[in-house]
C-alpha cells in the first residue's frame, strides 16, 4: 500500500494544508509519496522533502503545470497514480477541481473531503451541509480522496529528508488556458490556518463596518471571515465566506460577530476551539454553540474588545 | 449553439435534515423537494444566454424518480426548450451519473454543460469534473462569470484567495458557483407553457450504462452536539474568561 499525496502549492511555497493532508495518509499506512507539480516550483519540492514522514517526492516541472490547470493535471496525476493505492489532495478550491477528474479518468470513484480515516477502505464525511455525518467504505483499487485539513493535525513541517525525484511527464492536453489570476493581497494569515478568526455576518450592515473587525483581528494575529449572508449582501470578497459552501476553519478561537447563525454557516466553523459570539438577538441560535456569549450591541462590543486586548 | 444543463432534484434546502433512527441515512419520506440550488444557477445562466442570442437551445437533463420530473418541468417553465429524463429509482453516484451525462453529451453533442458545482444533499462537487475528463472536455468549475467568444468560453473561477479566468476551448463544461447569478422566479404564464414541452423518458439501460456504486453507506448519524457555554455580562468579563479560563489570548 502507497499513498500519492498532491502537493497545494503556488510554485513558491508549500500550502500548508498540505501538512494535514500527510497525516491523512499516515493513519491510512503505507508508503507517502509527494507530487509537487508546477512551473519553476524546486524550492517547493525541497520543502515537501523535508515533511516528517515522506518517502518520497515526485517533482513535475513543466510550463504545462503552472497554472494548476485540471486538464493538464489531471492526466499528469492519472498516469502516475496508477501505481497508488490512494491519491489524496486538500479540499482546496485545487483539489476539488482535479481530484474528481483523475478518479473519472482512472474509472473509480471520489470520495470529497474526508475528516476521518476509520481504515484504508473507510472514511467519514460530512453531508446535507454538515447536518449528517456519512461513514463510507470504498470497493476501488484505488481510492481518491480530497481531505478536509480540519479533521486532521499538521504532519511536522521538517524533520524528514526524502529523496526528490524528477518526473519528465508531460501533458498538456491544449484545451485550456490561464488568463489571469487577481489574488487578495494581505498581511493577515489565511483563512484556514489562522490561529484566530474574527468573523462577521449580516449584522455588521454595510462592508465598511468590517474595519471594526480587522481592527480586532490585527490586535489578535488573526483572520477575518464573513458569513454567506454578508457576502452576498456585498459587504466583503466571497472567498472570505466561512461555511458548507465556502470554507471551514477550525482555529483556536472564534469570534462571530452578528451572526445568527445558521447551520450553513456552523457546519464551517463548530470544530473550532474555543467560539464566541456577539450578538444583540438573545436568541440568536449561535449562542447554542458558543463557549462564551454576550448579548451586546456589535458596534460597542468590539471596540471595546478591541482596545481592552 | 446548444446548451446541456443537468438538474439534480434534492431536498429543499430551507428543510431541516433528520437523520434516521436506524442510521442508514438521512429520512426523506414526506418532506419538501426541489431543484439543487447551484443547479438553478445553471438553468438560468443558460437561459440567459439563449437570451443574449450565444445559445440556440437550452436541454434539460435529470437522473431520478418519475418525480424528478417536476425538477424538469421547473428548468422548462425558467426557459429551457426542453427535457430529457433518465429515470431510476436507484441512488446513482457521481461516476455513475457523469457516465450517463456522457451518454446523453454524445447523443445531444452540446457546445457547453452548464452544472452545478454540488449537489446539497451529497456534497460531493464531483460531477462536472467527471463529466469532463470522460468527454475529453476542459472544466471551468466554480464559475462567477461565463462568456462565450466564438469558439472559446472565458470562465472566472472562484478559487481560495482571489479569481482565476481560464479560456477554455468548446466544448467545454462549466460548474456554477453561488455568485454567478441570480436565479429568476418562473411566471404563471411560463409555468403553464412549460406544460407544453417535451420530455423525453429514457434510462441508463437504454443509454448504455451500467448502474454501479463502489461506494457504500456504513452508517450516517447526526453530527457531534456542540454544548452551549455561558453568557457573560460585559467585554470586560469576556476578555477576562479568554485569558484566565480558555487561555486563548
Known amino acids: 500500500m502507497s499513498v500519492l499525496v498532491i502537493a497545494d502549492h503556488d510554485n513558491a511555497v508549500l500550502k500548508p494544508a498540505t501538512l494535514n493532508v500527510v497525516t491523512a495518509a499516515q493513519q491510512i499506512g503505507g508508503d507517502v509519496v509527494v507530487l509537487v507539480a508546477g512551473e519553476g516550483c524546486g524550492a517547493v519540492a525541497e520543502e515537501a522533502a523535508k515533511i516528517a514522514g515522506v518517502s518520497k517526492v515526485l517533482a513535475a516541472d513543466n510550463a ?25 489532495m486538500s479540499a482546496s478550491t485545487s483539489g476539488k477541481d482535479i481530484l474528481p477528474r483523475v478518479a473519472a479518468l482512472l474509472d473509480v470513484a471520489q470520495i ?10 473507510t472514511f467519514v464525511r460530512a453531508i446535507y451541509a454538515g447536518n449528517a455525518i456519512e461513514t463510507v467504505q470504498s470497493a476501488d483499487a484505488i481510492k481518491v480522496i480530497t481531505v478536509r485539513g480540519t479533521g486532521f493535525d499538521a504532519a511536522a513541517a521538517e524533520g524528514g529528508s526524502a529523496a526528490v525525484e524528477a518526473v519528465d511527464a508531460v501533458h498538456d492536453a491544449g484545451i485550456s488556458a490561464h488568463v489571469k489570476e487577481e489574488l487578495a493581497k494581505s498581511d493577515r494569515p489565511e483563512l484556514t490556518s489562522a490561529p484566530v478568526v474574527i ?38 470578497a ?17 469570534i462571530a460577530v452578528g451572526i445568527s447563525g445558521a447551520i450553513q454557516h456552523l457546519a464551517g466553523m463548530t470544530d473550532s476551539k474555543v467560539i464566541v459570539a456577539i450578538n444583540k438577538d438573545e436568541e440568536a441560535p449561535i449562542f447554542q454553540v458558543s463557549d462564551y456569549g454576550l448579548v451586546a450591541d456589535l458596534f460597542e462590543a468590539v471596540p471595546e474588545l478591541t482596545d481592552s486586548l | 449553439m446548444k446548451v446541456l444543463v443537468p438538474v439534480k432534484r434534492v431536498i429543499d434546502y430551507n428543510v431541516k435534515v ?8 438521512v429520512d426523506l419520506s414526506n418532506v419538501k423537494m426541489a431543484m439543487n440550488p447551484f443547479c438553478e444557477i445553471a438553468v438560468e445562466e443558460a437561459v440567459r444566454l439563449k437570451e443574449k442570442g450565444v445559445a440556440s437551445e437550452v436541454v434539460v437533463v435529470s437522473i431520478g424518480p418519475k418525480a424528478a420530473q417536476e425538477q424538469i418541468r421547473t428548468a422548462l417553465a425558467l426557459g429551457a426548450d426542453r427535457g430529457i429524463h433518465v429515470e ?26 452548464i452544472v452545478g458545482k454540488q449537489s446539497i444533499d451529497t456534497d460531493n462537487n464531483q460531477t462536472g469534473q467527471m463529466l469532463a475528463a470522460l468527454c475529453g472536455y476542459p472544466q471551468g468549475t466554480f464559475a462567477s462569470e461565463v462568456n462565450v467568444d466564438g469558439d472559446k468560453v472565458e470562465v472566472t473561477r472562484e ?15 462549466i460548474t456554477t458557483d453561488l455568485r454567478l447569478n441570480e436565479p ?26 451500467e448502474l454501479k456504486a463502489s461506494l457504500t453507506t456504513v452508517k450516517v448519524e447526526p453530527p457531534p452536539t456542540r454544548q452551549a457555554g455561558i453568557k457573560v455580562g460585559s467585554v470586560a468579563e469576556l476578555v477576562e474568561k479568554l485569558k484566565n479560563e480558555a487561555k486563548v489570548v
Open chain 1, 64 to 88: 504545462a503545470y503552472g497554472h494548476h490547470l485540471a486538464e493538464n493535471f489531471g492526466l499528469l496525476i492519472a498516469e502516475l497514480g496508477k501505481d497508488y493505492s490512494h491519491i489524496l
Open chain 1, 112 to 121: 470529497s473531503e474526508i475528516i476521518k480515516v476509520e481504515s484504508a477502505d
Open chain 1, 199 to 236: 468573523s462577521g455576518g449580516r449584522g455588521l450592515q454595510n462592508g465598511d463596518n468590517f474595519e471594526l473587525l480587522y481592527n480586532l483581528a490585527d490586535k489578535l494575529g488573526g483572520a477575518v471571515g464573513a458569513t454567506r449572508a454578508a457576502v452576498d449582501a456585498g459587504f466583503c
Open chain 1, 238 to 254: 466571497n472567498d472570505m465566506q466561512v461555511g458548507q459552501t465556502g470554507k471551514i476553519v477550525a482555529p483556536q478561537l472564534y
Open chain 2, 18 to 25: 433528520r437523520v434516521k433512527a436506524d442510521n442508514t441515512g
Open chain 2, 88 to 113: 431510476t429509482d436507484e441512488i446513482v453516484q457521481s461516476l455513475t451519473a457523469a457516465k450517463i451525462l456522457k451518454a446523453v453529451v454524445d447523443k445531444e453533442e452540446p457546445q457547453l454543460v
Open chain 2, 159 to 173: 478559487i481560495d484567495g482571489g479569481n482565476q479566468v481560464v479560456s477554455l476551448n468548446l466544448p467545454a463544461v
Open chain 2, 184 to 209: 429568476r422566479y418562473a411566471s404563471l404564464p411560463n409555468i403553464m407553457k412549460a406544460k407544453k414541452k417535451p420530455i423525453e423518458n429514457t434510462s441508463a439501460a437504454d443509454l448504455g450504462v
